[in-house]
């Protein structure tokens, strides 16, 4: 779920202070000490979901061995509905958003919070009709990326070399933040309180990743499938107890939604004191319209080109399975929308807290029993284990399939090209786990909301490749650069009370004078330059490249079939 | 929707999965498929018109309607959905493509380097269409 962090982004900043600020502020609240119930229930549950990960090498195995990229990174692409709906489900839905959505909520309201939950609704439609058709085609011609779709169909190493190299950058600090999300519950939990070095404080953290890193190297995807059941067991369990024991107990939703007015009310009326714009709203009024919408279309649309969420539809064994999910999908979106609407029961709770973050964390620690926290924590904390499986995964193919096939090794084997991805991926964890650990989560937040902006500008090369006509690919290059480094540039620009550049996901859009999300003005500017720039090098007939994958075959005569996407 | 699956059946064979590719099956592929596009258009366009629901009343069990009124956009999608799942499966763009996808084997290409995909390999193959046989049924 990204652009949707990077959305939320600026909230989490404004409320953030510095991050160093913050996670003193953190100290000062509830880590104070160490909660020894909530941390045993968490721990069991967590040595639960390490076994689980261990076993899942030996999981619909089918007696082949996992030295191809098929099996170790796609999981064998066998997965049926069932399993699929938790895989997509999980990584889609990651702990990342559980922590940010409410706090964003909690922080600031719609604009930053709720327009998740349009964005999700509105990304199963589009899910509906693109991902089908792009299993179809990865699965005709053994693609297992977007690159290699990109590749085969453009026939242009670049071009499938900017698309990977953007789906690894975007989803890097993506991973990271789901550690940032773990360190939430970790901090509420008074993990590492009185400890005097940051290595003790972080242990946690680390062993958390290094089982995971173990699992995902040793079981590729079938490591974060199974897992995903413990992780959705858990959270649908946790969230229907909130959802049903919480806002009785404040009250109800109409009481919950008048304090979250007033608390607006109250930071807005000191925002226009200090001379600041106003940023929190419970209804968008007629000026942030725009910028509600156009966040909510641009996630909606990147995030299923992120590449984790391609692994996870790749990896089920027919389009069937892929199109009967986008009906169920949805139900995560409900399960995201009482999240969200916590971030308010949390304001009505009286929860006080500088760093949005943990606004959840601490309504379940001062609201449900120890054990019950602890079992909430751990459903977060497996939430952020899944999706960073997934996304290494993920992000290992990419490089393995474009930069090191398409140019280093052209002729690596099968075997070799598995190793390569397991080493890759491991190594991509690490780096995650150094950034968030080593550096300031700020840049984490700055990295993801980048993430959102470019990872849009691979939408015309990717989703319009499915269809004809075909782009020009010297146009689709061209348009991807001016994209990237239009929102690269205008997020740079965004300043907010604590960030100095990248402060938000919006910015003024040329020609309308209103806000809107940076991602899709740049894709605008993107799709105009492919289009205009294809009419043109066809008009000086400069040669398109090869496509790979319309060839004709007996059954169906003419590949150029309009309709055929459609099945 | 109704008429225009009627006036679809009416060119294809009884279940709707004509054998042959006739002209009358496109047709009704195609109208399917523009069908399937609107509704799903329809959904996004008016979650995108923000205007027409940034409102407070009237509320429902204490949420303003700006809120309910997004959630109740997650079940009518997914109805629809499953509304465009039935239609597209009822009218196929192309009624062989199930049996291509058994029968042909796979095309090396430049990019299709692995040689270990399952699609390749006949025990796969049977398998698969052992299971394409049940997606068909259990739907």
Redesign the interface.
């Known amino acids: 779920m990204s652009a949707l962090e990077a959305g939320s982004a600026p909230a989490v900043a404004t409320a953030t202070k510095v991050t160093a600020a913050a996670v003193a502020a953190a100290d000062a609240q509830p880590g104070a000490t160490f909660h020894g119930e909530q941390f045993a229930v968490f721990a069991v549950l967590f040595a639960v979901v390490a076994v689980v990960g261990f076993w899942a090498s030996r999981w619909r195995r089918g007696g082949k061995e996992l030295n191809?990229?098929?099996?170790w990174g796609l999981g064998?692409?066998?997965f049926g509905g069932f399993v699929a709906w938790f895989l997509i489900g999980g990584d889609v839905f990651t702990a990342y958003t559980f922590v940010a959505v409410p706090g964003a909520m909690y922080a600031s309201g719609?604009v930053s919070g709720?327009y998740a939950?349009?964005y999700t609704?509105?990304m199963?439609?589009?899910f509906?009709?693109v991902m089908p058709r792009l299993w179809d085609v990865s699965?005709?011609?053994?693609?297992v990326t977007p690159a290699?779709l990109v590749?085969?169909r453009y026939g242009s190493q670049t071009l499938a070399l900017a698309v990977a190299v953007t789906g690894v950058v975007a989803t890097m600090p993506y991973i990271a933040l789901q550690l940032v999300g773990m360190q939430a519950v970790l901090e509420v939990m008074g993990v590492g309180a009185g400890a005097t070095s940051g290595f003790v404080r972080d242990l946690p953290v680390i062993v958390a990743f290094g089982v995971l890193a173990v699992c995902t190297y040793t079981a590729g995807l079938r490591a974060p499938a199974l897992l995903a059941f413990v992780k959705d067991f858990l959270i649908y369990l946790v969230v229907a107890v909130a959802i049903v024991v919480l806002?009785h107990r404040f009250g109800?939703?109409?009481?919950?939604?008048d304090a979250a007015q007033h608390k607006f009310d109250t930071a807005n009326a000191a925002a226009v004191a200090a001379g600041r714009k106003p940023n929190a709203t419970?209804?968008?009024?007629?000026k942030d319209?725009l910028a509600?919408?156009t966040l909510?279309?641009g996630s909606?649309m990147a995030l299923f080109l992120y590449p984790h969420s391609i692994t996870g539809v790749l990896s089920t064994?027919?389009r069937?399975?892929v199109?009967?999910n986008?009906?169920?999908l949805?139900?995560y979106?409900?399960l995201l929308?009482f999240i969200a609407?916590l971030g308010y029961v949390a304001i009505a709770a009286g929860v006080h807290t500088t760093n949005p973050r943990l606004a959840i964390p601490l309504l379940f620690d001062h609201e449900f029993p120890a054990w019950f926290a602890g079992v909430a924590f751990a459903a977060i904390a497996v939430g952020a284990l899944v999706p960073a499986a997934i996304m290494s995964i993920a992000a290992a193919n990419l490089f393995t399939r474009t930069i090191y096939?398409g140019y280093l090794r052209r002729d690596a084997s099968?075997a070799e090209?598995t190793r390569v991805s397991k080493v890759a991926s491991l190594l991509v964890k690490f780096g995650a786990l150094v950034f968030v650990l080593g550096l300031d989560t700020q840049n984490s937040i700055n990295l993801q909301l980048l993430g959102g902006v470019w990872m849009l500008q691979t939408f015309p090369a990717v989703v319009l490749g499915l269809w004809r006509p075909r782009l020009h690919r010297y146009a689709l290059l061209t348009g991807w650069a001016v994209g990237m480094l239009y929102g690269t540039v205008q997020a740079y620009h965004q300043h907010s009370l604590v960030a100095k550049h990248f402060g938000g996901a919006l910015a003024v859009v040329p020609g309308l004078g209103r806000t809107g999300y940076i991602a899709l003005t740049a894709f605008t500017l993107n799709l105009a330059i492919a289009v205009a720039g294809t009419l043109l090098l066809r008009a000086l007939r400069v040669p398109n490249g090869q496509d790979?994958t319309v060839?004709p075959?007996?059954?169906?005569p003419r590949p150029a079939?309009p309709?055929?996407g459609?099945? | 929707m109704t008429s225009a699956r009627d006036t679809m059946a009416t060119n294809s064979n009884s279940d709707g999965r004509a054998r042959e590719p006739q002209a009358g099956v496109?047709g009704g592929?195609?109208a399917a498929?523009i069908i399937?596009?609107a509704v799903?258009?329809a959904?996004?366009v008016a979650?995108?018109?923000?205007?027409t629901y940034?409102?407070?009343d009237p509320?429902l069990?204490?949420?303003?309607f700006?809120?309910w009124y997004?959630?109740l956009?997650?079940?009518v999608?997914?109805i629809?959905?499953?509304a465009?799942?039935w239609l597209?499966?009822r009218f196929?763009?192309?009624p062989?493509?199930r049996?291509?996808?058994a029968t042909?084997p796979?095309?090396p290409?430049?990019?299709?380097?692995?040689?270990?995909?399952?699609?390749h390999d006949r025990a796969v193959l049977a398998e698969?269409r052992g299971?394409?046989a049940a997606?068909g049924q259990d739907?």
């Open positions: 191809s990229l098929d099996e064998g692409r066998r719609a709720w939950v349009a609704t509105m199963w439609p589009i509906f009709v699965r005709r011609h053994g693609y290699d590749r085969g806002p109800g939703f109409g009481h919950i939604f419970l209804i968008p009024g007629s319209l509600y919408a909510a279309l909606a064994r027919s069937n399975v199109r009967r986008a009906v169920v949805p139900l979106a409900v929308a609407l096939v099968a090209q790979l060839a075959t007996r059954q169906s079939d309709t055929r459609w099945t | 496109r592929a195609l498929r399937v596009a799903l258009g959904q996004i979650l995108l018109l923000v205007g940034a409102r407070r509320r069990g204490g949420l303003p700006f809120y997004t959630l956009w997650l079940p999608g997914a629809t959905m499953a465009c799942v597209l499966g196929p763009a192309h062989d493509q049996a291509a996808q042909r796979g095309r290409g430049p990019a299709c380097r692995l040689g270990e995909h399952p699609h698969q299971r394409d997606d739907r």
